[in-house]
């Protein structure tokens, strides 16, 4: 289940489940958008990103899901596994170059085997 | 994917020192780096951009004196904590763009832990 309070909100799954991560982002200009998995004590690590122009877009077990109507990304993890453990991020920015970005709150994700 | 290193991974050091972050681009060249730091259990928060050739842009309430960039080359940005003290200690985190075939996509370090005593 997930739970939300003074600590990250966090996501408790079973692996094998499929997980959903979800982010409300801030900026209605926004058009590029971008999901990053960080691990403890590292740095974020890119994983999918999605431009304004699509609303869907999948890669290997995951998928970004993007609604500009109500400012909302979701990134679906498919038979995750114990290795998807990480903090989520999801971070907007102007276009897709050198913009800087501004990142969500995050959301950790606990995969038990 | 691009490498971007920090250095030092983690450093302790006295109240009232100052400290120096390098954040280098191992493959390639970035004439823009970012630099952000992270609380525990909290989200990045950019600092500053880091230009080279010319000065560092300061996101609002980030102090310049405080923490002084410096982007030498088109590998290495450095970040110099001044007269760190306690509130100083966070997570630094740098990142560097580069272009792929997906386009820009930012490359990030794995972070520097700075614990003020």
């Known amino acids: 289940g997930e739970s939300v309070g003074l600590h990250l909100p966090t996501l408790s799954v079973q692996e094998g489940d499929n997980s959903i991560i979800n982010c409300a982002y801030s900026?209605?200009?926004?058009?590029?958008f971008i999901w990053y998995k960080q691990e403890s004590g590292k740095g974020p690590q890119f994983i999918i990103d999605?431009?304004?122009?699509?609303d869907k877009r999948q890669g290997q077990r995951v998928t970004v899901l993007l609604n500009k109507t109500v400012k909302h990304l979701s990134l679906q993890i498919a038979a995750t596994q114990p290795g998807d453990s990480a903090v989520y991020f999801c971070?907007?920015?102007?276009?897709?170059?050198?913009?800087?970005?501004?990142f969500g709150k995050g959301t950790m994700l606990l995969v038990s085997p | 994917g691009a490498v971007v290193s920090q250095h030092p991974s983690r450093v302790i050091c006295k109240s009232g020192t100052s400290v120096k972050i390098e954040c280098r681009s191992l493959?390639?060249?970035?004439?823009?780096m970012f630099w952000y730091r992270q609380f525990p259990k909290k989200s990045l928060m950019l600092m500053a951009t880091?230009?080279?050739?010319?000065?560092?842009?300061?996101e609002q309430g980030v102090e310049k004196d405080k923490f002084l960039i410096n982007h030498a080359s088109l590998t290495l940005s450095t970040l110099t904590v001044t007269s760190a003290h306690p509130e100083d200690s966070s997570f630094y985190i740098c990142?560097?763009?580069?272009?792929?075939?997906?386009?820009?996509?930012?490359?990030f370090g794995p972070g520097t832990r700075l614990t003020v005593l």
């Open positions: 990142s560097a763009p580069m272009m792929t075939s997906g386009g820009n996509e930012q490359f």
């Open positions: 900026n209605s200009a926004s058009d590029y």
């Open positions: 999605i431009r304004s122009n699509m």
């Open positions: 971070a907007e920015t102007l276009d897709s170059g050198y913009s800087t970005l501004t």
């Open positions: 493959d390639f060249q970035a004439t823009t």
């Open positions: 880091s230009n080279e050739g010319s000065k560092a842009t300061y």
